[in-house]
């Protein structure tokens, strides 16, 4: 089974910086995509940054020159580097990847459990 484990949040103040990541274990034959989602109180989960295999990035427009996503293929890991973080950015982050498990299989969506990262004021 394939499963994704996040690591790295947690609490700092404004201005500060965090990097979390997200290990990918377990039956896995390919990852293609991979992403980091948020979810704050009361709000709708949303997009923050993607990654493709070949290295392409996208973020969200509010994340923009602050957050850097990144992978390493060799390690099924993803990171986020946040840094000028605000206290907007406070939320539940987790990690996606798009996982082929076996040479047959077909890509399927996988979630971690979260990651909270608290910005103080």
């Known amino acids: 089974q394939v499963q994704l484990v996040e690591s790295g949040g947690g609490l700092v103040q404004a201005g500060g910086s965090l990097r979390v990541s997200c290990v990918a274990s377990?039956?896995?034959?390919?990852?293609?995509?991979m992403g980091w989602y948020r979810q704050a109180p009361g709000k709708e989960r949303e997009l923050v940054a993607g990654?493709?295999?070949?290295?392409?990035?996208n973020y969200v427009d509010s994340v923009k020159g602050r957050f850097t996503i990144s992978r390493d293929n060799a390690k099924n890991t993803v990171y986020l580097q946040m840094v000028s973080l605000k206290p907007e950015d406070t939320a539940v982050y987790y990690c996606?990847?798009?996982?082929?498990?076996?040479?047959?299989?077909?890509?399927?969506?996988?979630w971690g459990q979260g990651t909270q990262v608290t910005v103080s004021s």
């Open positions: 377990g039956s896995i034959f390919s990852i293609n995509r």
């Open positions: 996606s990847a798009h996982i082929k498990a076996r040479f047959y299989s077909s890509y399927e969506d996988y």
């Open positions: 990654i493709t295999s070949g290295g392409s990035t």
